[in-house]
DNA sequence: CGCTCAAAACTACCATGTTACATGGTGGTG
DNA sequence: CACCACCATGTAACATGGTAGTTTTGAGCG
């Protein structure tokens, strides 16, 4: 179980949104290597979490990491059952349905804002994403592969203008990376055909073409979540 | 057996907390005082919170009020500033803009839903809201509208029957409850207009009209926002 | 009279201690 | 042998105390 990353990485990864992150409290930090462990499938789903054994092993005390857990449980990742523990999420079929509609909710009403409110500067944080997924592929490193695939599909998010859309986007897609990189951890993933989609999304934003962005982001999650119901994962 | 009860009769009775843990942390009373006392208007909004006052105040430790801080947090309607304090949130335009925008994006999308899967238990649900809001006018009590109009969006949230919705929507809706709260205290709404609006949708949903029930809700919902823009709160 | 700076008061933040609850195991009893 | 009450242990929930940081205010100085 790594938890040993660098405070200031992880600071940087989460900059998505912080307004006036200038001082950054131990909870948040606690938060956020949580999260990341959670994501990365450093915690098995499902399993128990001591708040005294994370304590330890983040070299902090449980009341930051009590405060994380409810941060947690409140973006879906892990589930607080009082008096008796703080579980990893574990998916249902019914909750991956939930959040894959969701999600494609989001995000096909976010490309339609940005490409409206954003066009220039969504294009270029698109296809930066994409380069560095292509750098990935070619490095056959999945982990930086899946940082860029996020980092495009919040480019989307970022681009509407909407804070509050913004702002629930990482709540929402928080569990279906971490189910995402379960799945990759047991199937592994059609990286060209998923490469290929970006690419045609990021057509469609060039030709403001709205309807047919909405409909290949649509497919484009449909595609995952038909993945994860294969593998049964939930 | 010379005590009076037996423990597996104790047992039987918190036998199984299944979906929802009937036992209820101090945390999440905290968390639920404060969060009616926001969205009542009893802090004005922008105000400082102290832990200790609030602690004091429920009859509790400073730790279930940082946690349910945290919480609310969370939830939109408190701001934590790190080592400064915590703050009722304030909205500005833009906010106030971008959760009619996100409300409106989640209440067209599930009465939809809620149309196409929950039709029977929707209708009843939004009649029963509906008297219950005439109720109210009639007795002028306000504070039962707002419950009422409350009931009403969230048995359109509900019925979607997503349940990832479910719970974003609340946290979308926190603020945007309290602003109305505030819109009352300063400028009174005209409820026989609101009154005619929701008997629309509840007509446009009994006849499976999803198209003219998202363009009710969409205008109801912008009218509120007009209303908040007219009164300079945000 | 206004400005600066420093000290004090306030506050959040984190650590530790205490209590109460849940759980697993064991011995006793029908 | 089976079942159930009791007990021990581990863990979460809550309380409290100490520390560091921020804001404020007031006194001294320009």
Redesign the interface.
């Known amino acids: 179980m790594t938890l040993g990353h660098k405070v200031s990485d992880l600071y940087l990864k989460c900059r998505h949104m912080d307004p006036i992150p200038l001082?950054?409290?131990v909870?948040e930090q606690t938060a956020q290597r949580l999260r990341e462990a959670i994501i990365l499938g450093e915690f098995p789903l499902g399993t128990k979490l001591s708040e005294q054994k994370l304590a330890d092993q983040l070299q902090v005390s449980r009341?930051p990491v009590?405060?994380a857990l409810?941060?947690l449980q409140?973006?879906?990742l892990v589930r607080v059952?009082?008096?008796r523990g703080t579980f990893v999420f574990s998916p249902d079929d019914?909750?991956t349905r939930?959040?894959c509609?969701?999600r494609t909710?989001?995000e096909t009403?976010c490309v339609a804002l940005a490409i409206e409110r954003n066009h220039a500067r969504l294009l270029k944080d698109l296809k930066a994403s994409f380069t560095h997924m292509q750098n990935a592929v070619s490095a056959e490193n999945t982990i930086n592969y899946s940082r860029g695939d996020l980092a495009f599909h919040r480019a989307i998010i970022k681009h509407s203008?909407?804070?509050?859309?913004i702002?629930?986007y990482e709540?929402?897609i928080g569990p279906i990376m971490a189910l995402r990189t379960h799945l990759f951890t047991i199937t592994g993933i059609q990286l060209d055909r998923s490469m290929e989609q970006h690419q045609q999304i990021i057509e469609a934003c060039a030709a403001r073409d709205v309807g047919r962005a909405q409909a290949l982001c649509t497919s484009h999650i449909r595609h995952l979540s038909d993945h994860v119901f294969e593998a049964q994962l939930g």
């Open positions: 001082q950054t409290s909870t009341s009590r405060e409810v941060l409140t973006e879906g059952f009082p008096k019914n909750l939930d959040l509609e969701h909710l989001l009403a203008g909407n804070s509050s859309m702002k629930v709540t929402t």
